[in-house]
């Protein structure tokens, strides 16, 4: 159809031969792509470079149609070799805007056209419709490499694949440039394969990604970065282009539609001072391709590990360990070398869950199976096959003691020092058994069996058992029944609330000079049994109990009476600002009866201002329609209350903006992430700038590294709190404190 509409062309213009010539993919010819002639023995010239004609080059500065008759001339422009000894050449850009796709060339050989002026205005039309035709193409052409794409991704192949036909879809629509599509994971930049230039994996390889070139820049910015010349450009150190004979690059970053981090960059080289960028919607397209088949990747790789791995302390789960113990058996078979097993089992663990409470049961068995970690030899396999169970499966081993020596390791090392878990430190005791397989006869059931019973009789004995008949003397304390512990400790805490056994502590809470904004005040239990007890773990046993109330406004009155005795400078004869004091206040507490009426009550009976005390209201509790009611109750009151532990508890964005507060205070687990996850910093980010934007505090509670708090301050937050400031002092030392930090004002 189009070679037919050429010849209507040529035929309408009196004209001997027409072609169309398209651009190449990398922009530097132009090839055959349709010919007409009436003349039987015609053929075009089957490529031309375009570097020959300026026309071309220069196209956006230039007229859209050239014309040409014999005897003329152009003065000094250049245009392509289509003239031999034709009698007159018209030629005629195929693209608009600057989207040059090809040129229409018609030839008079045995007569001259009609009229020129007659010529370009009506061949413009034909340009237009030829250029509507290739547009037209290259769609169906970026549709079927669509398809391509998601096939590949569909059917399972490697994701090598899946990205070499994205950068080839781009590259088909990108003139004038070479496309290149680099990956962007764990600090490092990977060139997928390009049969073009199999040598430039190892040049971007040792890129760092760092705004020192271009790639790491838009690694980092997540935007595009363009060079127009890279001998000329002084934004980057050292060679921004891995071929001399490139002159201009265009760097466009791809990123994770979840994390919103870059995954993969596409790099256009061109060979001029002029940056090639491909068509916006080819390009689009192309990212998405290339997200759609990193992030599935990713997610069969998190798959895999997930199914082999606990997912709290980052171990093998039962699953590997069974394919680890079958390998290790079938491979002792034929090395004829031991196969040991050792069964770990932490003594009085529930108790640790019913005092602190899950989370800090957690924190321990995470730290626990660091140790053991860290204990065994690097091809050791660990494992946590229950919840306070853990197997190593030891093979190779020099002979069959050394599963012994690396079982005592193993106690030692869990046993050496007690684990810091916040707010205190406890000791670990620890059961460990040995197994030795026979490879012959054995098989992953029966030796973990072997091994179980080991561990059993270790515990019963208070020693480190091996399957074989030799013992290590080592000590383990009777298992506590967590019954018994639980009844005790209801009891016991009952006593402390009707008598008023319990403290408060004051933890500060600065600003980035280090000058107090805040002091929260936290509950503390002076028994020698539970005296580093969680404040969480006490309110909630006290809400079990029923005593909420009582325990809530003994917390707040109490608070309010320290802030009226901090101790005043010396010499001050003025009355001093003393910082809110912050309390935490349960739902319970919250929806009882009177609340509101009993706490405006202690204001008064303390001469303390609504500003004077902040309540700190859990996240979690603000999903409660009830404690909503009492919230805006409390605020129509002129109170002043924060949402604690934001980020954790997965409140909505629009519900947590529509609260009447004054603040929000940045949870534990969030802050801890900061450490080593980038998207948690994202999102500590976006939370303080919405609060800001609200007119609202942001804090935050838990800061215990340098890096959280450099990284909490960097992005504004208003105030910290945590073992990066302070750990929670006494009454008597929060005075010397406060007296010592106010002079900072």
């Known amino acids: 159809a189009t070679v037919s509409g050429l010849g209507e062309i040529a035929k309408f213009f009196g004209a001997d031969v027409a072609v169309i010539r398209e651009l190449s993919s990398d922009g530097g010819s132009l090839h055959v792509l349709h010919h007409w002639s009436r003349l039987p023995h015609h053929r075009p010239n089957g490529r031309i470079e375009v570097m020959e004609s300026d026309w071309l080059i220069d196209g956006k500065d230039r007229a859209t149609h050239l014309f040409h008759?014999?005897?003329?001339?152009?003065?000094?422009?250049?245009?392509?070799?289509?003239?031999?000894?034709?009698?007159?050449?018209?030629?005629?850009?195929?693209g608009q805007n600057g989207d040059l796709r090809g040129i229409l060339v018609l030839k008079w050989y045995e007569s001259q056209p009609a009229s020129r002026e007659e010529s370009l205005a009506l061949v413009s039309v034909a340009a237009d419709a030829f250029y509507g035709a290739m547009r037209r193409r290259e769609i169906a052409l970026l549709a079927e490499?669509?398809?391509?794409?998601?096939?590949?991704?569909?059917?399972?192949?490697?994701?090598?694949s899946s990205l070499a036909k994205a950068r080839k879809l781009l590259a088909r629509s990108t003139l004038g440039g070479h496309v290149v599509l680099l990956t962007?994971?764990?600090?490092?930049?990977?060139?997928?394969?390009?049969?073009?230039?199999?040598?430039?994996?190892?040049?971007?390889?040792?890129?760092?990604?760092?705004?020192?070139?271009?790639?790491?820049?838009?690694?980092?910015?997540?935007?595009?970065?363009?060079?127009?010349?890279?001998?000329?450009?002084?934004?980057?150190?050292?060679?921004?282009?891995?071929?001399?004979?490139?002159?201009?690059?265009?760097?466009h970053p791809a990123r994770s539609r979840r994390e919103g981090a870059t995954t993969a960059l596409f790099v256009v080289f061109?060979?001029?001072?002029?940056?090639?960028?491909?068509?916006?919607?080819?390009?689009?397209?192309?990212?998405?391709?290339?997200?759609?088949?990193?992030?599935?990747?990713?997610?069969?790789?998190?798959?895999?590990?997930?199914?082999?791995?606990?997912?709290?302390?980052?171990?093998?789960?039962?699953?590997?360990?069974?394919?680890?113990?079958?390998?290790?058996?079938?491979?002792?078979?034929?090395?004829?070398?031991?196969?040991?097993?050792?069964?770990?089992?932490?003594?009085?663990?529930?108790?640790?869950?019913?005092?602190?409470?899950?989370?800090?049961?957690?924190?321990?068995?995470?730290?626990?199976?660091?140790?053991?970690?860290?204990?065994?030899?690097?091809?050791?396999?660990?494992?946590?096959?229950?919840g306070d169970e853990f197997v190593v499966v030891c093979e190779d081993l020099?002979?069959?003691?050394?599963?012994?020596?690396?079982?005592?390791?193993?106690?030692?090392?869990?046993?050496?020092?007690?684990?810091?878990?916040?707010?205190?430190?406890?000791?670990?005791?620890?059961?460990?058994?040995?197994?030795?397989?026979?490879?012959?006869?054995?098989?992953?059931?029966?030796?973990?069996?072997?091994?179980?019973?080991?561990?059993?009789?270790?515990?019963?004995?208070?020693?480190?058992?091996?399957?074989?008949?030799?013992?290590?003397?080592?000590?383990?304390?009777?298992?506590?029944?967590?019954?018994?512990?639980?009844?005790?400790?209801?009891?016991?805490?009952?006593?402390?609330?009707?008598?008023?056994?319990?403290?408060?502590?004051?933890?500060?809470?600065?600003?980035?000079?280090?000058?107090?904004v805040g002091v929260e005040s936290l509950l503390r239990w002076p028994h020698d049994d539970y005296h580093g007890l969680a404040p969480e773990r006490i309110v909630s046993a006290a809400t079990e109990m029923g005593m909420a109330v009582q325990l809530g406004h003994w917390v707040r009155t109490e608070a309010l009476a320290a802030r009226v005795n901090w101790p005043r400078p010396e010499g001050s004869r003025t009355v001093v600002k003393w910082?809110?004091?912050?309390?935490?206040?349960?739902?319970?507490?919250?929806?009882?009866?009177?609340?509101?009426?009993?706490?405006?009550?202690?204001?008064?009976?303390?001469?303390?201002?609504?500003?004077?005390?902040?309540?700190?209201?859990?996240?979690?509790?603000?999903?409660?329609?009830?404690?909503?009611?009492?919230?805006?109750?409390?605020?129509?009151?002129?109170?002043?209350?924060?949402?604690?532990?934001?980020?954790?508890?997965?409140?909505?964005?629009?519900?947590?903006?529509?609260?009447?507060?004054?603040?929000?205070?940045?949870?534990?687990?969030?802050?801890?992430?900061?450490?080593y996850d980038e998207v948690a910093v994202e999102v500590a980010r976006s939370l303080v700038l919405l609060a800001h934007g609200l007119g609202w505090r942001s804090l935050a509670v838990g800061v215990e590294t340098h890096r959280q708090r450099s990284v909490l301050f960097g992005f504004g937050i208003d105030a910290v709190q945590g073992r990066a400031v302070s750990m929670p002092v006494s009454e008597a030392d929060f005075g010397r404190w406060l007296i010592h930090h106010d002079s900072l004002r």
């Open 69 to 94: 008759v014999k005897g003329e001339t152009l003065g000094s422009i250049a245009v392509p070799r289509e003239i031999d000894d034709a009698n007159a050449v018209l030629w005629a850009r195929l």
């Open 145 to 160: 490499g669509q398809s391509e794409v998601f096939e590949s991704i569909a059917r399972g192949e490697p994701v090598e």
């Open 184 to 251: 962007a994971s764990g600090g490092e930049l990977m060139m997928v394969a390009d049969e073009a230039h199999p040598n430039w994996p190892p040049w971007f390889a040792q890129l760092p990604i760092d705004p020192d070139n271009p790639y790491g820049r838009a690694v980092i910015s997540g935007e595009s970065v363009s060079v127009v010349d890279v001998i000329g450009d002084l934004r980057f150190r050292g060679p921004v282009v891995p071929d001399p004979r490139y002159r201009s690059v265009s760097v």
């Open 270 to 386: 061109g060979h001029h001072s002029e940056v090639v960028n491909p068509p916006q919607s080819v390009r689009e397209s192309a990212e998405l391709l290339v997200t759609v088949a990193l992030e599935r990747e990713a997610d069969l790789r998190q798959l895999a590990h997930e199914a082999t791995h606990d997912s709290l302390t980052g171990v093998g789960n039962r699953l590997a360990l069974l394919d680890r113990l079958r390998v290790a058996l079938a491979r002792a078979q034929r090395s004829d070398r031991p196969v040991a097993v050792i069964y770990c089992d932490l003594d009085g663990f529930k108790a640790v869950n019913d005092e602190l409470g899950h989370d800090h049961g957690d924190r321990l068995l995470v730290e626990v199976a660091r140790r053991i970690s860290a204990a065994v030899r690097p091809d050791d396999s660990v494992s946590r096959v229950g």
């Open 398 to 516: 020099d002979d069959s003691e050394q599963g012994a020596v690396i079982a005592q390791r193993i106690y030692a090392t869990v046993e050496d020092t007690p684990v810091d878990l916040g707010e205190e430190a406890r000791q670990v005791r620890i059961s460990v058994g040995v197994a030795l397989a026979d490879p012959e006869h054995d098989d992953p059931d029966s030796v973990m069996r072997s091994a179980d019973r080991a561990m059993y009789a270790a515990k019963a004995r208070g020693r480190v058992h091996r399957r074989a008949a030799r013992t290590v003397d080592v000590k383990a304390p009777e298992p506590v029944s967590r019954a018994r512990l639980s009844d005790r400790f209801l009891r016991d805490l009952r006593s402390a609330v009707t008598d008023g056994e319990l403290a408060l502590f004051q933890q500060p809470i600065v600003r980035r000079d280090g000058v107090p």
């Open 579 to 675: 910082p809110p004091v912050h309390v935490n206040v349960s739902a319970a507490e919250l929806v009882a009866p009177g609340f509101i009426d009993c706490l405006v009550g202690d204001l008064q009976a303390y001469a303390v201002g609504p500003r004077g005390l902040v309540l700190e209201i859990s996240e979690a509790d603000l999903h409660r329609t009830d404690v909503l009611a009492v919230v805006d109750d409390l605020h129509r009151a002129g109170v002043t209350m924060i949402v604690d532990g934001v980020g954790h508890d997965g409140l909505a964005l629009t519900d947590l903006a529509e609260l009447p507060v004054q603040g929000i205070k940045l949870g534990r687990p969030l802050v801890k992430r900061l450490d």
